[in-house]
């Protein structure tokens, strides 16, 4: 298949809103369009990289309890919670560690600077409009933390609607949305709260129920104030709270108070019918307030600005770019070092010749905390056929280390002083995939392969009754990862399965947390005026230990919904549906059987 990537970006103004574009994966395109693996416009072929788009469409079909739910289902993810939604949570992607992942909102770092964490379990789900999902490094093109990938949250662009459902332990949650498109401007705005009752997350002698409430709002804007110049404006806050056993005073919830919030102002200029330039500047918070026997503050306040000139060709694409950002933190105690500030300037080139594609890109970053880091990538890929296509790729990346470990004050606890590290090492990576993807019409799969080596893993080693962070660790990551659906008498069928081995190289032991195997198995049909859907989700034995291991589960999921007309619909969900009793960690049961009723008004569906 004799392709030209140009036709593609030419064809594509980067104005296009996302609506129209972001289609429907499973059941409409074969070969959706993708911004966040090149930082432009590609379909998910000419990326060269291993991509999963949630749309829209995808999250009004599965109804998703949150943002953690909907990402579980993707190859490579697997994600680690403390119980029940609302709780502290991890996704691991591709085995790499939880903070090796980098989380963007609309092109905005959101983790905090002080652990590297970032609370997806926080990002409202009612709030998005697709997300983009990136499986193997990308830091020549985003700089530090993304050695497992990129997760792209694109806040959603609303139309007039209204939601409202309850289930069990007293969950109940609604959305309200408002959208105005006019022919040179849009805006949009929506509200959305979560409340339940929650039960015991914790497998102590403090039974109780914890709860969790979350309030959000967004707001989206757009504005063409002449041929070839458009500006917008995203704005994301979710604000609650959520509880937990406080473990050291019986009897006592902890309560943590949290507030999370991305604003950026973008601006975009067409420099010519091939080129255009591109702007945007914005702010993150990330902000925590726990309310236990041990209380604890903690908020990072991330200044961003990005420049980024595209060019395109008649046998390819070039971006140029420069991104700065400055993180502040207020923690309760005192620390050496409340911000720094990293600058980094990347380039990338992508050709077409016949049917081959391939990339080069590289990407220097200068930081105030831990000095330079450079990193590149290589990828070649060949259309087989008008059907199939296969990839090859290197890439390097690394992950920043946090405030907490370079900064932290000392602490005495049983005997033993926990220290920081002012002169620890950045964590490298070094990664290695192939992939082919085949699809026909009702029909898709791909294959990937990869293999990533991590170096300087910062781990804790305790000396002389110190105990502080060093580069010390190694890592390395083998896994496949298949993906499969179609269409059969009148069922949608598919399938994800990861086979890795995520092996700490200083014992040969599997890296805590970590599943060697992962399987979900999905179907979906109409029966009488009823769109049905079922799920099957395996996770194998994890690593780590009595702190860490759990065994192996399984865990069934149904859904129903069904028009009621003049834009109404209603729906059934069951959670469990067989009443598994499982954890993801220890001591954190995960909930059981749950129902959940929810109806929809949404004008013209």
Known sequence: MNRALTNTALAIAVSVSSSAYAQNLSTTTLDPILVTPNRFLLSADETLASTSLITKQDIARQKPRDTLQALNKLPGVQVVRNGAIGQSANLYLRGTEADHTLILIDGMRVSAATNGAAALQHVPVDQIQRIEVVRGPRASLYGADAIGGVIQVFTRESAPHASFGLGSRGSHRGSVGFGVDQEDW?????????????????????????????????????????????????????????????????????????????????????????????????????????????????????????????????????????????????????????????????????????????????????????????????????????????????????????????????????????????????????????????????????????????????????????????????????????????????????????????????????????????????????????????????????GGGAFSAVPSYNVVGVSAERSLGEGWSGRVDIENAFDREYETTPDYPAPGRSVFFSIEWRPGR
């Open 186 to 542: 849009m805006l949009t705005g929506s509200a959305a709260s979560v409340r339940a009752d929650g039960y015991d997350t914790y497998d102590n002698d403090q039974p109780d129920e914890d709860g969790y409430k979350e309030d959000s709002v967004a707001l989206r804007g757009k504005w063409q104030p002449a041929d070839g110049t458009s500006l917008g404006l995203s704005v994301l806050r979710s604000y609650g709270e959520v509880e937990f056993d406080d473990g050291v005073v019986d009897g006592v919830d902890g309560v943590t108070d949290f507030v999370n919030q991305s604003v950026s102002a973008s601006a975009q200029y067409d420099v010519s019918k091939t080129s255009d330039l591109s702007f945007k500047v914005g702010q993150a918070v990330d902000e925590r307030e726990t309310k236990s026997s041990n209380p604890a503050f903690d908020k990072t306040t991330r200044n961003h600005f990005s420049a980024k000139f595209l060019s395109r060709a008649v046998v390819g694409v070039s971006v140029i770019g420069v991104d700065y950002y400055n993180d502040q933190v207020d923690v309760e105690t005192s620390i050496a070092e409340t911000q720094r500030y990293n600058i980094g300037v990347f380039a990338q080139h992508q050709i077409v010749v016949g049917n081959w594609d391939s990339q080069l890109s590289l990407r220097y970053d200068d930081n105030e905390a831990y000095g330079a880091e450079t990193t590149g990538s290589a990828a070649i890929g060949r259309s087989i056929s008008e059907n199939s296509r296969f990839f090859v790729s290197h890439g390097t990346a690394f992950k920043a280390p946090t405030f907490n470990d370079l900064y932290d004050p000392d602490l005495n606890l049983f005997g033993v002083t926990y220290s920081s590290n002012p002169d620890l090492n950045p964590e490298t990576s070094r990664s290695t995939e192939a992939g082919l993807t085949w699809h026909q019409e009702g029909a898709e799969a791909a294959i990937s392969a990869f293999y990533t080596d991590i170096d300087n893993l910062i781990a804790n080693e305790v000396n002389n009754g110190v105990s502080r962070p060093e580069n010390i660790n190694e890592a390395r990551i083998r896994g496949v990862e298949l993906t499969g659906s179609f269409d059969f008498g009148g069922v949608r069928l598919s399938g994800v399965a990861t086979l890795q081995d995520p092996e700490d190289l200083s014992d040969g032991s599997t890296l805590p947390k970590r599943a060697e195997r992962t399987v979900t198995i999905s179907a979906e049909t109409t029966l009488n005026q009823w769109m049905v859907a079922m799920d099957l989700r395996y996770v194998g034995e994890t």
